[in-house]
């Protein structure tokens, strides 16, 4: 079956600019992660929904990053005036729910780059 | 704060020895542990996770880890490596809600 598909792949803008990460989960995965993969930080955590909860933001570096997850599947992640630390490869992860028994699968990941 | 420590930054191994990925953890409770490998211009893939039960896991591409309650370790394992045993490995703690915290990864690198 279908995996975590992530578009697009590549991403390069200038500084200042938004844009917009999406992520398409394995159908019938009610959890959704979005994770950071830097060179200087390593992979962190960002945000999570579960189902129609409201979601966990704890993990977002600052106001200008934002998500939204759209009839329980698909999953946008916004980024307002990017600046160039923002450079890092964004990876999404699904899961059947939350629970820790379950496994996430992830995606390919969005490389994006800020000039 | 859950956390994990992957000590090394790179393991060379020759191909056909053990390999051994180093990680330690550090968690309030109990722990609900994980590795999972990426291999280049690819999402993380799951290799094995340790939630309760048997100390020694056992998990995809003949990978295993034991975990080991005194001394906080899971490292992970394989008898013997392969060439394609080569990519980053990330050790990763569960969380509330299975948010994973990761170690910082280790590149692998199989020398043939």
């Known amino acids: 079956g279908a995996g975590v598909s992530q578009s697009p792949s590549n991403k390069v803008t200038e500084k200042g600019k938004d844009v917009e990460l999406r992520c398409d989960p394995i159908?019938?995965?009610?959890?959704l992660y979005w994770y950071r993969q830097s060179l200087g930080q390593g992979l962190e955590f960002l945000i999570y929904?579960?189902?129609?909860?409201?979601?966990?933001k704890s993990g977002l570096p600052s106001d200008r990053f934002s998500a939204e997850r759209t009839g329980g599947s698909v999953s946008t992640l916004t980024i307002q005036r990017t600046q160039q630390e923002d450079s890092a490869v964004y990876l999404c992860?699904?899961?059947?729910?939350?629970?820790?028994?379950?496994?996430?699968?992830f995606g390919p990941g969005t490389r994006l780059t800020v000039l | 704060a859950q956390s994990v420590a992957q000590p090394e930054d790179q393991v060379n191994v020759a191909e056909g020895n053990p390999l051994t990925v180093k990680c330690t953890y550090s968690?309030?409770?109990?722990?609900?542990l994980f590795w999972y490998v990426q291999y280049p211009n690819r999402g993380l893939q799951f290799l094995l996770k340790y939630i309760t039960g048997d100390n020694l896991v056992k998990g995809s591409y003949g990978f295993e880890a034991e975990f080991n309650k005194s001394q906080t370790s899971f490292h992970l394992k394989k008898p013997s490596a392969l060439v394609s045993d080569s990519a980053l490995y990330f050790c990763?703690?569960?969380?509330?809600?299975?948010?994973?915290?990761f170690g910082k990864g280790n590149q692998v690198v199989v020398i043939p």
């Open positions: 990763a703690v569960g969380r509330g809600n299975n948010r994973l915290a």
């Open positions: 159908s019938g995965h009610t959890a």
């Open positions: 968690v309030s409770g109990n722990p609900y």
């Open positions: 929904f579960q189902g129609n909860s409201a979601p966990d």
């Open positions: 992860a699904s899961s059947l729910d939350n629970s820790l028994y379950n496994e996430q699968f």
